[in-house]
Each structure stands twice: as C-alpha cells, then as structure tokens.
C-alpha cells in the first residue's frame, strides 16, 4: 500500500511565488528524490539527498531530508512557467534495499 | 550519450490483442522497472528485474508480462487479459547495488485501446 503522503496534490500559483511541497511517511527512509516530470515524458531527478537533515539546493529549487528520516520537502523560489509540470517524491524505505517509493505527485500550474 | 529508450511513442491496441513495448538502456545499470500511469496518477509498479533472467512482480502485475533475457533490455507485454490497458507506460533502470543514485526515465509509451 502507498507508504508515502505528498501535498499538495495540486497547486495554482502566479509567476514569481514561491512554493512548498512535502512528502511524509510512518516509516524510515535512507534515501530522498525529487523528481519533475513534464507533460508526455518521463521523470527527471532533480535532487537526491542521502543523510538526515541534508539541504540541497538546485538553481532555484531547495530540498531537505528530515531530521526524523520520515518526510522531506522542496521548495521552488520565483517561479516561472516551464515549472509547471508534476512533481514527484521518492524514496528507499529501511527494509526495500534499492527500490524505490513513490508519492502520488504534485501537480503544479505556474499562471503568467 | 548513456540513456534509456522506449518505444513506440505511442501506441494502438484493438482489443482483445497482445502488445509489447519495448524499453532498452545503455547505462550499464542493473535493475530495470515498468511503472503504469493513469491521467493525473502517480507511479504504480507493474513489475521489476534485479538481474538478468529474473524478475518480481510489482503491485499491478496481472495482465502483464516480462522477460530479462539481456542485462539492457527488459520489455513489457500487455496481454488481453489486462482488461484497461489505455495509459502511459514508464520504464526505468538504476543502479542495484551500492547508494541509490536514483532511477533513470524513459520517455514513456502511451497505450491506447481503439
């Protein structure tokens, strides 16, 4: 069954917000991926983070791995309309080894 | 360039007939994922490979099947018997062992019964 909540499952933001999304989880996870995925293609990682409390950032895109090991966020500074797209959360659980855990995804509308 | 190729891009099905989608990676990566797709949905595992001629079911295997016959290629067949296929088919590929760096996307197959 699905392990992972992402939210917001969608989000209608005006070019130049920023915006935050997050995915928690009742188990532990080794490993955090974010991943964007843009209409008719497949995902494209954007970020992975590997210890607990790990910032990262990307361009304009911050990621961290909770502390507790069960959640993690990203967040997207200035948005401009080719962020629209879904954005997905991933991760390996304890006991999965490699194999990743998908959230159900955030959809994101960037208005001009 | 390393990469992962599905295809065909898009695809037609009648009913009641078998298709197979093709996924090949030149990344050198051992393991290898089918994921299904549905309209505003997230990633559902239809079934996965860790090495060559072995592979696992994933949570929506039935009507689906695999063969790993070369560590580069892992193709997915729709059967009849899977009663909604119309959807958009990923394939990945990752690296087994060690950290896990992530997986690898295709481009997707969209499927759709006519």
């Known amino acids: 069954g699905q392990q992972l909540n992402q939210s917001p499952q969608s989000m209608f933001i005006q070019e130049g917000e920023d915006v935050s999304m997050n995915c928690t989880s009742s188990?532990?996870?080794?490993?955090w991926l974010w991943y964007k995925q843009d209409p008719g293609e497949g995902p494209v990682l954007l970020i992975a983070?590997?210890?607990?409390?790990e910032l990262t950032s990307n361009g304009r895109l911050t990621a961290q791995f909770g502390i507790t090991r069960k959640d993690s966020f990203l967040n997207i500074s200035a948005s401009i309309p080719s962020d629209v797209g879904i954005y997905f959360c991933?991760?390996?659980?304890?006991?999965?080894?490699?194999?990743?855990?998908f959230g159900e995804g955030t959809q994101l509308t960037v208005n001009p | 360039d390393g990469g992962i190729t599905q295809s065909p891009k898009y695809l037609f099905r009648k009913e009641g007939q078998n298709v197979t989608l093709s996924c090949e990676q030149n990344?050198?990566?051992?393991?290898m994922y089918w994921y299904r797709q549905d309209p505003g949905q997230g990633l559902r595992l239809i079934y996965y490979?860790?090495?060559?001629?072995?592979?696992q079911k994933g949570d929506i295997a039935e009507g689906y099947s695999v063969s790993r016959e070369k560590k580069e290629s892992f193709p997915l067949t729709v059967t009849s018997a899977q009663k909604n296929p119309t959807a958009f088919y990923l394939c990945?590929?990752?690296?087994?062992?060690?950290?896990?760096?992530?997986?690898?996307f295709g481009s997707g197959t969209r499927l759709t019964v006519v």
């Open positions: 990945a590929s990752s690296i087994f062992r060690g950290d896990n760096y992530g997986y690898t």
């Open positions: 490979s860790q090495i060559v001629n072995d592979f």
């Open positions: 188990s532990i996870f080794n490993t």
């Open positions: 983070l590997y210890k607990a409390g």
């Open positions: 990344l050198n990566h051992d393991a």
């Open positions: 991933a991760g390996t659980l304890e006991t999965s080894g490699s194999r990743l855990t």
